[in-house]
């Protein structure tokens, strides 16, 4: 990736943030220039400018990755900003790399140093080529950023911006053992800004900001006051006894500080991030009637994601519902798919993006952003001795994980995200690449495994996740689901075997094909031995998520799926239609009903809106997904639990059933060549679209009720065979826009 560009540091400790600075001439007898390239990284987090002026909107480059062996490289054209004579600033900051990770309060992890690498290559009219690059000539300065860390917050000395400061010296580092390499995925991006709605004082007498909806960045802020004023900005998502709730946030400060310069000053914290809708603000020059008029706008960031699909219908809670997903993937898609932005936490739990990613593959093109965390999650997977471990990249081989969730070895759904995430990913983009990078890791996870099951053919020892956040789990232990762990898992491994047989056929993997069927073949059997009582047509666990997993992941014999789609909906009549599913089974439930006969049942849970459901948090005035069922009570008090988010898309994956079933449009082949048209209208709902992006172009699908009569039309690009199924319709259409109209007569509760 380099040339001649060598890793430099500090040699001696700098007061806040160091700006490495570099100063080069171009070669005058070789024409006129006609391109520059900047190639740079950084153990920590860095901006770069030249000649004053930032080199790109990227954020905080280069993320984080497996710092251990890889670290990526950021590459961008600078034509427009080289000049004969240029100077080239990094700075740097704390990032993932040396600031706060975990919620047991680490820092330094990876490294004690921040560091950075660099080089411009500089081309010709004549073809002669100019490489410029870090090396000891390079110097160093105090940044105007005093403190900064993703966890805390930064503060900001506006005082030190044009101040003369001396330049001191830097030392060349030994490269980390770690490979250079460029992005696979996007880099993060600012995506929009938002205003102030509101702003007043809480009974306490302290300045509260909203900005209407919960989002990940900060607050750009800008302002004049005296010099040396401090301006403080706390975030919080909710409020609590109407001041901001940071509870859930636990150590996270999640705290900005701007110290004013006595002139104009703009502030914007780009080395820290926040999950947030509410501010408290102090120190703000004129108080709430300042704030009213202007000078704070929220930043929401993201890693650059191009959105495909689209939801829309006439119930307008559910519409909210579809934006909540949609705000928690940007948030929680910061250059790898986190579990939550606020808290002391914000890792790549596997399990999280396991259940979610085909919702996330369909509402964004998410490709090149998956195939670039998943390889972490396969170098993690080497060098554990084929476990996928709990979080990617795994920050807790180093800092430890609690008891409660010990021995650390591969568990069901989190563990499975190496064949889960690959197979959504091909399912929505048809690119075989994220098959055949991932197939050894698919094969050494289920081979792992399968040294873990019992004599049966159990996954049922070892510590399990299982039904995660069931509703009826107290809130201090969100592992206590009614689903059997031993269930869960060896569900969830037949559902992995079963995948990479497809993946092999895919692939052409005939020398394994075989190794693979055995183990699906084993599981299948192991699971129904077990678990299925023919004689009582019903499960031994009797509960949602079980008969969820079964139905949905093809663990029942003909004629048997339908007396568990009997038994789950009677579950769910009996809990008056509200969840009692986790994170197993809840991406499954609706599938379960519909599919088995129950769409009445399905929509009267999807429709509900007391608590739990799906709709409570809307009810609510959430504006992104909750972790859990209740992260705040009826009452507006925060959910008493030690881990409470109100930013998690997990439970999200609702979303992909609107789409493929409530809407209607669901790929049969990879990267939607072929499609089904398939809606299936709900009692509460007269009209409902989607649209997706795909590689061929828009399909879109859309139906209304008119009395007895359902319309549907639908778009259907170049390239695209869609099979449209909808009461006495079966067809088989290619490009053009399709219309039909039939007599469906309202589903009535049985």
Not at 176 to 198: I, M, N, S
Not at 415 to 435: E, H, K, Q, T, Y
Not at 443 to 453: I, N, Y
């Amino acid at each position: 990736m380099f040339t001649t560009a060598r890793l430099i540091s500090p040699a001696a400790p700098v007061d806040g943030a160091p700006t490495l600075v570099g100063r080069f001439t171009l070669d005058s007898d070789h024409g006129a220039l006609v391109r520059a390239t900047l190639r740079y990284s950084a153990l920590g987090v860095v901006e770069a400018s030249i000649n004053g002026a930032r080199v790109s909107d990227d954020l905080l480059t280069p993320g984080w990755s497996s710092y251990e062996w890889r670290v990526r490289v950021a590459e961008t054209d600078v034509t427009a900003l080289v000049t004969a004579d240029s100077t080239l600033e990094l700075t740097l900051g704390n990032g993932w790399y040396r600031g706060s990770l975990t919620w047991m309060g680490a820092t330094g992890v990876y490294g004690d140093r921040l560091a950075a690498i660099a080089e411009v290559e500089v081309v010709f009219a004549d073809d002669h080529t100019q490489v410029w690059a870090t090396d000891t000539s390079w110097t160093v300065r105090p940044a105007d950023t005093v403190t900064d860390d993703l966890y805390h917050g930064q503060t900001i000395d506006a005082r030190r911006r044009g101040a003369s400061a001396v330049e001191a010296a830097v030392e060349v580092l030994d490269a980390p053992a770690a490979r250079f390499e460029p992005y696979v995925g996007p880099p993060v991006a600012p995506v929009e800004t938002l205003p102030v709605r509101d702003a007043w004082l809480s009974p306490a007498g302290r300045l509260i900001v909203d900005f209407g909806e919960n989002l990940v960045g900060w607050v750009r802020a800008e302002v004049t006051g005296e010099p040396g004023r401090v301006v403080t900005l706390r975030h919080a998502e909710v409020l609590e006894k109407d001041e901001i709730g940071i509870r859930p946030l636990r150590s996270a400060r999640a705290t900005d500080r701007f110290i004013l310069s006595g002139g104009p000053d703009v502030f914007e914290p780009r080395f820290t991030s926040h999950g947030f809708r509410y501010v408290e603000v102090d120190g703000w020059p004129g108080g709430v009637d300042a704030v009213r008029r202007g000078g704070l706008e929220a930043v929401r960031i993201s890693s650059q994601l191009r959105r495909t699909g689209t939801f829309s219908s006439s119930e307008p809670l559910l519409n909210r519902l579809h934006e909540n997903v949609v705000n928690s993937t940007l948030g929680n898609f910061v250059d790898l798919p986190t579990d939550c932005p606020q808290r002391d936490e914000r890792l790549g739990w596997t399990g999280d993006i396991a259940v979610f990613a085909p919702t996330s593959a369909y509402l964004f093109d998410v490709g090149d952003f998956l195939r670039d965390w998943l390889r972490d999650v396969v170098v993690e997977q080497e060098h554990q001795g084929g476990v996928v471990p709990y979080v990617v990249p795994d920050v807790l081989k180093y800092v430890g994980v609690p008891e409660d969730i010990t021995p650390v070895d591969s568990t069901a759904v989190w563990s499975d995200a190496i064949v889960w995430v690959p197979w959504a990913v091909w399912m929505a983009s048809g690119d075989a690449r994220v098959l055949s990078e991932n197939f050894e890791g698919m094969l050494a996870h289920l081979r792992h495994v399968s040294s873990l099951v019992s004599q049966s053919g159990l996954w049922d020892r070892g510590f399990q996740f299982g039904d995660w956040l069931d509703p009826d789990a107290p809130p201090e232990d969100p592992a206590a689901a009614k689903a059997d762990r031993g269930l869960v898992a060896t569900a969830c491994l037949y559902r992995s075997a079963d995948l990479a047989v497809r993946v092999a056929d895919v692939l052409d993997r005939w020398d394994v094909r075989d190794e693979l069927e055995r183990l699906r073949h084993a599981t299948r059997r192991a699971f129904r031995d077990a678990y299925v009582d023919l004689e009582a047509q019903r499960l031994r666990n009797h509960c949602e998520t079980s008969y969820a997993l079964a139905i949905v992941f093809g663990l029942l014999d003909d004629g048997e799926s339908s007396w568990a789609g009997d038994r789950l909906a009677e579950l769910v009549d009996a809990s008056g239609h509200r969840i009692s599913t986790g994170f197993a089974g809840t991406p499954y439930i609706l599938d379960a009903l519909s599919g088995t006969g129950h769409l009445v049942t399905a929509g009267r849970l999807l429709l509900q809106r007391e608590c739990p459901s799906w709709l409570y948090p809307v009810t609510m005035g959430a504006t992104t997904i909750w972790e859990r069922w209740d992260s705040m009570l009826p009452d507006g008090a925060i959910n008493p639990g030690e881990m409470t988010s109100f930013n998690h898309y997990a439970l999200g994956a609702v979303a992909d059933w609107m789409h493929r079933e409530l809407a209607g449009l669901a790929p049969l082949e990879p990267g939607y060549s072929r499609v089904r048209i398939a809606p299936q209208p709900i009692d509460g709902i007269d009209d409902a679209s989607t649209s997706y992006d795909s590689v061929y172009g828009p399909i879109a699908v859309a139906w209304r009720r008119e009395g007895p009569l359902v319309h549907l039309e639908a778009t259907v690009p170049e390239g695209v065979v869609a099979e449209v199924r909808l009461g006495e319709v079966d067809a088989e259409v290619g490009a053009g826009v399709h219309r039909f109209s039939v007599e469906f007569a309202p589903t009535v509760a049985v």
